[in-house]
């Protein structure tokens, strides 16, 4: 789902500020031998992909508090390289390493995909026996390749 205006104007600042930049790319992720993915180490959300808080929204009525903006990991990751507008475009990341934690942008691992084109990636990972743990896309598993 597009980000509104307000959300998109905190992740495009986010986006801009070297310090949050910083805290994606050096202390949340990790690399691991063996593996060419980018490994997230941050808080990772129930359907098994990295969130990363990118700022707080500012309230439209004085008398509320604003509200905490946590994005997908890989999501900020790729706005990071096509830019926030970019991303707004993109309904579905998939991950052709099927790895949900990974953050490495540009094929073999995340890239631009669509809601049935990351099920057929889905579906053909589990037929050749590497369906990642937790279920199928959408369902409550905790981990899988979609998003
Ligand atoms: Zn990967």
């Known amino acids: 789902m597009p ?3 307000a ?3 905190v992740l495009a600042a ?3 500020a070297s310090s949050v930049v910083i805290r994606y790319t050096r202390a949340k ?3 691991v031998p063996g593996s060419e993915c980018l490994w997230w180490r941050g808080a990772v959300s129930g359907r098994g992909h990295g969130r990363f808080y990118v700022g707080t929204v500012v309230a439209v009525d004085p008398g509320e508090s604003g509200r905490d903006l946590c994005v997908i990991a890989h999501r900020f990751g790729y706005a990071l390289i ?5 991303l ?4 579905v990341l998939g991950h052709g390493c099927n790895n949900p934690l990974c953050q490495r942008i540009g094929p073999g691992h995340v890239k631009a995909s669509s809601h049935a084109g990351n099920r057929r ?3 053909a990972a589990a037929v050749l026996g590497r369906e990642p743990a937790g279920g199928s896309p959408g ?3 905790q981990v899988h390749a979609v998003t």
């Open 3 to 5: 980000l509104g205006d």
């Open 88 to 91: 707004n475009t993109v309904p």
């Open 7 to 9: 959300p998109m104007a």
């Open 14 to 16: 986010a986006l801009r």
């Open 82 to 86: 096509y830019g926030p507008a970019a």
């Open 121 to 123: 990636a889905y579906l």
């Open 139 to 141: 369902g409550s598993g």
């Open 29 to 31: 992720i990790v690399t």
